[in-house]
């Protein structure tokens, strides 16, 4: 990328470094501090607290470990995962943190073992309270050219918060924005196409893809464990291949999903929670057990039929199948 000078800033459809943000911030708005911080702020963001929550199992009276058996099951057409990253700019007076985030999305589609980018998304935009911050230093971050997000319109508290909290307030509405352009693509896929489409994390932040029949969330994180103690020691004792009962995950704000464990891999030499994910599927009310078991038997085969090859050398690899590791790959390599 050719580098431009503070006094032409790139166009808005360019992707830009911190350097030049900081360089554009230092023409328009002379009082601001410049951070020396190199590293994201995903790295420094304080992780979700672990969390016990309770299920309802719909497939046996009590959490079990079932075997979904041989069959031969279709590959995944396509994956979609998506990314952010979040740069602390500089400071405004007042210590207002200013924060660039850029986010991006894409579905990637395989076919005769070659993918090809079916849509992606991205979008970089700058995020500051504005009540926070006298007009002028407002007017002269909305001279830079990107789109400015006033995150203060949902939180007025942070009209004179502590600057960290500021950050966090940015940060958090970032990875809303990401989790905003991973939805629209797959709302893209399920209006367009009937095949399944692998996403990477869980379906129950959008009404449409909680309903629809083709996405399938599969989860690597395990800050929320479900189930009782003895329905966890089933899910910490499951072996490579086999799954949970099937239980749905449902909460006053969102539509019920239906999901389960599975275990990708062989656990021996590591922690319970190595090798296993959790899967989202929609919810179908009032199926039987027997519709219920097979669709979950069906789709554990599928997702176990994406085990080779294998991601490495992502150090996640043994809850990440190849067709993600291939997005993330793309993600990086967006200009």
């Given at each position: 990328m050719i580098q431009a000078p503070a006094s032409a800033p790139p166009a808005p459809a360019e992707r830009w470094r911190l350097d030049q943000l900081q360089r554009a911030l230092a023409g328009v708005l002379p009082d601001a501090s410049l951070?020396?911080?190199?590293?994201?702020?995903?790295?420094?963001?304080?992780?979700?607290?672990?969390?016990?929550?309770?299920?309802?199992?719909?497939?046996?009276?009590?959490?079990?470990?079932?075997?979904?058996?041989?069959?031969?099951?279709?590959?995944?057409?396509a994956f979609l995962d998506g990314t952010q990253r979040s740069d602390l700019v500089g400071h405004a007076p007042d210590g207002v943190p200013i924060v660039s985030g850029t986010v991006a999305a894409v579905v990637r589609e395989w076919r005769d073992g070659h993918a090809r980018t079916w849509r992606h998304?991205?979008?970089?935009?700058?995020?500051?309270?504005?009540?926070?911050?006298?007009?002028?230093?407002?007017?002269?971050?909305?001279?830079?050219?990107?789109?400015?997000?006033?995150?203060?319109?949902?939180d007025p508290s942070l009209t004179d918060a502590h600057p960290a909290a500021m950050r966090d307030a940015a940060l958090e509405r970032i990875q809303r924005d990401r989790e905003q352009e991973e939805q629209q693509v797959a709302h893209a896929w399920c209006s367009e196409r009937d095949e399944a489409l692998y996403v990477d994390g869980?379906?129950?932040?959008?009404?449409?893809?909680?309903?629809?029949?083709?996405?399938?969330?599969?989860?690597?994180?395990?800050?929320?464990?479900?189930?009782?103690?003895?329905?966890?020691?089933?899910?910490?004792?499951?072996?490579?291949?086999?799954?949970?009962?099937?239980?749905?995950?449902?909460?006053?704000?969102?539509?019920?999903?239906?999901?389960w464990y599975l275990r990708l891999r062989d656990p021996a030499g590591h922690d319970p929670l190595w090798g296993l994910v959790r899967v989202e599927v929609r919810h179908e009310a009032g199926a039987s057990r027997a519709a219920i078991m097979r669709r979950a038997d069906a789709v554990s085969r599928r997702i176990?039929?994406?085990r080779m090859p294998t991601a490495h050398p992502d150090a996640r690899w043994d809850t990440m199948v190849y067709g993600i590791r291939d997005c993330e790959a793309f993600l990086k390599a967006m200009p």
């Open positions: 951070t020396t911080q190199g590293a994201p702020l995903e790295l420094s963001a304080p992780s979700d607290p672990p969390v016990l929550a309770a299920a309802e199992v719909v497939e046996d009276g009590v959490l079990r470990a079932h075997a979904p058996g041989a069959g031969d099951e279709p590959p995944f057409v998304a991205r979008q970089q935009r700058l995020y500051a309270p504005r009540a926070a911050m006298p007009p002028s230093a407002w007017g002269a971050i909305e001279a830079l050219r990107l789109p400015v997000v006033d995150t203060s319109a949902d869980g379906l129950r932040g959008s009404v449409v893809l909680a309903r629809a029949s083709q996405p399938v969330g599969v989860i690597k994180s395990h800050r929320t464990l479900y189930g009782d103690r003895a329905a966890r020691r089933v899910v910490f004792e499951l072996r490579a291949g086999e799954r949970s009962s099937v239980f749905v995950v449902a909460s006053p704000s969102r539509v019920p999903v239906a999901s176990l039929g994406e």
